[in-house]
């Protein structure tokens, strides 16, 4: 299984809440030196930009995979830039609200910046 499908398979999952931050950590908890239970404690309060629409939890659990494996400043700034360039904000509450905008459904914006995240971090990490 892909790291993207992985991210897949915890967003469908309908037994358990999967924030977008799990969902971005959890497929690289084994190079980051975790267990996925580890990963999914990590990560449970940063969804929803934290719990309050501050940073986009894909954000930070990509910052979390790049950190944790080693990566360095560049590598987070990079990652930092994609983002902002491609949504415009990295805050939760702007990018919901601009998807709402676009009449898009919050879980369906969400489950692609998860899957744009992992993707990101995939070429990041071999480069």
């Keep these: 299984m892909t790291k993207r499908e992985h991210a897949a398979q915890l967003r469908a999952d309908t037994s358990i809440h999967y924030n977008?931050?799990?969902?971005?950590?959890?497929p690289f908890a084994a190079e980051c030196g975790l267990d996925e239970e580890s990963a999914l404690r990590l990560g449970q309060h940063f969804g929803s930009g934290m719990?309050?629409?501050?940073?986009?939890?894909?954000?930070?659990?990509?910052?979390?995979v790049l950190g944790l494996a080693g990566a360095g400043e560049e590598k987070a700034k990079q990652f930092?830039?994609?983002?902002?360039?491609?949504?415009?904000?990295?805050n939760c509450a702007s990018l919901l609200q601009r998807a709402k905008e676009r009449g898009m459904e919050r879980k369906c914006h969400c489950d692609g910046m998860v899957f744009e995240a992992v993707e990101c971090l995939e070429r990041l990490l071999s480069e």
């Design 20 to 26: 977008c931050c799990q969902a971005v950590l959890v």
């Design 51 to 64: 719990r309050m629409g501050a940073i986009c939890g894909t954000v930070t659990g990509g910052l979390m």
């Design 80 to 90: 930092r830039r994609l983002f902002q360039e491609g949504h415009g904000d990295l």
